[in-house]
C-alpha cells in the first residue's frame, strides 16, 4: 500500500510506539496501514482413507498442499473450512474439528487448520488443476504454514 485509502496522501515510514509503520502524512487523517496478517482457513480433508492434496494452478509442478480459503465477512471459522471444502473439491463435510492454529509470516498470514471427514466425489473448482489422495502413512508436512497443520495432526494420529 502507498497511498492512504481514506485521502491518497502517499505513505511514509513512521516510527509510532517503537515500531516503523507506513502512516498517513495528511495533517487531520491520522490513518497508520498496520499490516495485521490475514486469517485464513485450511482443512485436511479425509476421504477414503487418504488426505487430498491438491495443486492450484499457479503452483510449481510438484507442490501439492492442502487446500485453504479466505473468511467472507462474518463468516464463522467452521462453517469457512465446510463451504471451501465443497467449492473447492465439491465434497461434503461429515466431521470438522479445529486443529490449531499457526503463524505464518511469510505470507503475512494466520492459519486456522480444521480436520475435515468428507465424502462424495471430487470436482475442482478452477483455482485447482489436480488432486491425489495420500495415505497418512506416507503423508509428511514441512516448516511452515500448512505443513505445521500437516505435521500436528499426524503427530496427533499417532497417539494410541
Ligand atoms: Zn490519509
Same mark, same amino acid.
Given at each position: 500500500m502507498k497511498y492512504c485509502p481514506h485521502c491518497a496522501t502517499p505513505l511514509n515510514d513512521t516510527l509510532i510506539e517503537g515500531e516503523i509503520r507506513s502512516a498517513c @502524512? +495528511? =495533517?487531520?487523517c491520522g490513518f497508520i496501514h498496520f499490516n495485521n496478517p490475514t486469517p485464513v482457513v485450511a482443512m485436511i480433508v479425509e476421504l477414503?482413507? +487418504? %488426505?487430498v492434496m @491438491? =495443486?492450484? %494452478? !499457479?503452483?510449481p509442478e510438484k507442490?501439492? !498442499?492442502?487446500i485453504t480459503g479466505f473468511l467472507e465477512a462474518g463468516e464463522d471459522p467452521l462453517e469457512c473450512a465446510k463451504r471451501e471444502t465443497l467449492e473447492e473439491l465439491n465434497? =461434503? @463435510?461429515q466431521t470438522a474439528e479445529l486443529l490449531g492454529v499457526y503463524g505464518f509470516p511469510q505470507q503475512n498470514q494466520v492459519i486456522i487448520a480444521y480436520h475435515i471427514q468428507a465424502h462424495g466425489e471430487i470436482k475442482l473448482n478452477e483455482e485447482l488443476d489436480d488432486y491425489k489422495i495420500i495415505p497418512p502413512e506416507k503423508l509428511k508436512g514441512w516448516n511452515m504454514g500448512t505443513g505445521l497443520a500437516i505435521n500436528d495432526w499426524l503427530a496427533k494420529r499417532a497417539k494410541p
Open positions: @502524512a +495528511g =495533517h487531520d477414503e482413507g +487418504g %488426505v @491438491a =495443486h492450484n %494452478v !499457479s503452483w507442490f501439492y !498442499s492442502i465434497l =461434503h @463435510a
